[in-house]
């Protein structure tokens, strides 16, 4: 299995709260990657970044922000969660290289804001 | 119109038979194509990919891709229960930011 440890696996939290989600990966990748899974809309990328302090938006990132500081880790904040973020969010890593590598996914964190 | 679409399903099977699962897409760029398998309440697992044309077998599964008509399917053979998933397939955008859209999936139940 892919290295890649999320965290934390479950959160509930209020309305207008920061959350941030960890995404932490032992295989050296280069890609990393931020989806939310909604029912009816499948997965969503929501940013993904290319190296270290290299990220950029997915289709649905307002709302959202990101930071990579080291090789091996991916966060995404959420600055004022709503309820419209209740999601399963899933981050994903996949190799530098040529353009058809797989990603791999880690096991997800359920969140939930009241 | 959505970029990759998969019929939802659920798709029932029974055990034993050949399961196939079907997507189409819009983007004739497209280079790569992946399937997914997806248990409840979990991740999202690889277990195929696809670059050319044509056939590629895994054990069970064979994946098919037809560029010129814009669909790529997996197939299963002799399924099982423990094949029962979502199934999601995916196409790569290539270049040098490389992205996966996906499909919504397709339910698959093989009964017993």
């Known amino acids: 299995d892919a290295g890649i440890t999320q965290s934390p696996r479950h959160k509930v939290t209020e309305t207008g709260t920061p959350v941030t989600l960890r995404c932490h990966q032992t295989e050296n990748h280069r890609y990393m990657y931020w989806y939310r899974q909604d029912p009816g809309h499948g997965l969503r990328l929501i940013h993904y970044s290319y190296g270290v302090k290299d990220t950029d938006k997915g289709e649905v990132s307002d709302g959202y922000s990101v930071s990579r500081s080291k090789t091996e880790d991916f966060l995404l904040t959420l600055e004022s969660a709503t309820s419209s973020q209740t999601s399963v969010y899933f981050c994903?890593?996949?190799?530098?290289?040529?353009?058809?590598?797989?990603?791999?996914f880690g096991d997800g964190t359920r969140l939930s804001i009241l | 119109q959505k970029e990759v679409e998969q019929n939802s399903g659920p798709l029932s099977v029974p055990e034993g038979a050949i399961a196939s699962l079907n997507c189409t897409y819009s983007?004739?760029?497209?280079?790569?194509f992946f399937w997914y398998r997806q248990y409840s309440g979990k991740s999202p697992e690889l277990i195929m990919f696809i670059y050319s044309n044509g056939d590629k077998e895994d054990g069970r599964f064979t994946a098919q891709l037809n560029k010129a008509s814009q669909y790529v399917s997996l197939l299963i053979r002799d399924s099982q229960p423990s094949d029962s998933a979502t199934y999601l397939c995916?196409?790569?955008?290539?270049?040098?930011?490389?992205?996966?859209?996906f499909g919504k999936g397709t339910l698959l139940t093989v009964n017993p």
């Open positions: 983007d004739r760029g497209s280079q790569s």
């Open positions: 995916a196409r790569g955008s290539g270049g040098s930011n490389y992205k996966l859209t």
């Open positions: 994903a890593i996949s190799d530098q290289g040529d353009s058809n590598q797989p990603q791999h």
